[in-house]
């Protein structure tokens, strides 16, 4: 169990899934298709930059001014963009704004980054991203087989959304692991366990 990790993540589902939406993740594909952008390209990218803005920032401002206001400005960019996939991989059926979301995230900052752990950890971070797109491949047929339930009206498994639930977690602590938020290595499991620890601070979006 992971219920102590200092990221928390869970998703509100809806109980049907509007085709309309469906469309407009489409369009939504296509519009970004059109600047070359890509869930692939994009993940990459965080990946090699993560570390890099951490180091960079560390060394000119010091690691207390990256923890108390580099860090977290990057964690709003992080949090959306973990609320948009939830969007795209069929979890939620609402375009995240600043209104509110589906997605309910909670962050313990608990890392002491230095320039030197913060570029490591383009090298620790291997094993867990590794995991991580094998197991994408799985959730991409997901999304598939999703698309065509709600096309057909049909009720969305909850086995389906358990496992993409699980998937956003995953990328949800190894994106603060790897942008030198919290010092815990993300475990390698799906579970965060039931409850919220009451330790836990930080922004939570409702």
Not at 1 to 12: A, G, H, R, S
Not at 51 to 70: F, H, K, N, Q
Not at 122 to 136: E, N, W, Y
Request: charged content about 15%.
């Amino acid at each position: 169990m992971t219920n102590d990790y200092p990221i928390q993540l869970d998703v509100v589902s809806p109980p049907h899934f509007d085709r309309v939406q469906l469309l407009l993740r489409l369009l939504l594909a296509i519009a970004l298709a059109c600047f070359g952008i890509t869930a692939g390209w994009l993940g990459w990218t965080l990946y090699a930059l993560l570390p890099l803005i951490a180091a960079i920032a560390i060394s000119t401002e010091g690691a207390d001014a990256y923890v108390s206001r580099v860090g977290p400005a990057i964690w709003r960019v992080l949090r959306w963009l973990l609320e948009l996939n939830a969007y795209v991989m069929l979890v939620t059926d609402r375009f995240p704004t600043a209104e509110g979301s589906s997605v309910k995230i909670e962050l313990r900052a608990t890392a002491k980054p230095t320039v030197g752990t913060a570029l490591w950890r383009l090298v620790t971070s291997l094993p867990s991203g590794l995991v991580l797109c094998l197991l994408g491949v799985v959730s991409s047929i997901l999304c598939v087989f999703a698309v065509v339930l709600v096309l057909f009206g049909a009720a969305m498994p909850a086995w389906i959304l358990a496992y993409q639930r699980g998937m956003l977690r995953w990328e949800a602590r190894l994106a603060a692991y790897h942008a030198c938020l919290v010092e815990e290595y993300p475990p390698f499991s799906f579970d965060t366990g039931a409850a919220t620890p009451p330790a836990m601070v930080g922004a939570q979006h409702t």
